[in-house]
């Protein structure tokens, strides 16, 4: 089997594993939480709406799409479970935000 290099994303990411001493998992629902907070705040100006989502799947699709690219090299197949579990933790939280948001808006 030919050696595969490890790609410059993989090691940013264990460089920043290695930083924050954190889990995989922990980086990535900090990952959405922070470009969720960055979105109501920059890009709706404070307001938590379903728009406020759109970066944050934005990236979470990105990071998964350059993990998944790096799995075919590296394992030659595609590990569709792994990338799921980062997606969903990456959008989880900033979700429940949203719907919470509009439970609480529907009831005033």
Same mark, same amino acid.
């Given at each position: 089997m030919?050696?595969?290099?490890?790609?410059?994303?993989?090691?940013? $990411?264990?460089?920043?594993?290695?930083?924050?001493?954190?889990? $995989?998992?922990?980086?990535h629902?900090?990952?959405?939480?922070?470009v969720?907070?960055?979105?109501?705040?920059?890009?709706?100006?404070?307001r938590?709406?379903?728009?406020?989502?759109?970066?944050?799947?934005?990236?979470?699709?990105?990071?998964?799409?350059?993990?998944?690219?790096?799995?075919?090299?590296?394992?030659?197949?595609?590990?569709?479970?792994?990338?799921?579990?980062?997606?969903?933790?990456?959008?989880?939280?900033?979700?429940?935000l949203?719907?919470?948001?509009?439970?609480v808006?529907?009831?005033?």
């Open positions: 030919p050696r595969v290099e490890t790609s410059s994303y993989q090691l940013m $990411k264990i460089h920043i594993l290695n930083a924050v001493d954190l889990s $995989k998992d922990a980086v629902i900090y990952v959405g939480l922070a969720f907070l960055v979105a109501i705040v920059v890009w709706q100006k404070g938590i709406s379903w728009l406020s989502l759109l970066p944050v799947v934005a990236i979470a699709t990105i990071m998964e799409a350059l993990d998944l690219h790096d799995d075919s090299r590296s394992f030659g197949y595609l590990r569709w479970g792994a990338s799921a579990h980062d997606f969903v933790n990456t959008v989880f939280w900033p979700t429940v949203v719907i919470t948001n509009r439970l808006a529907f009831r005033r």
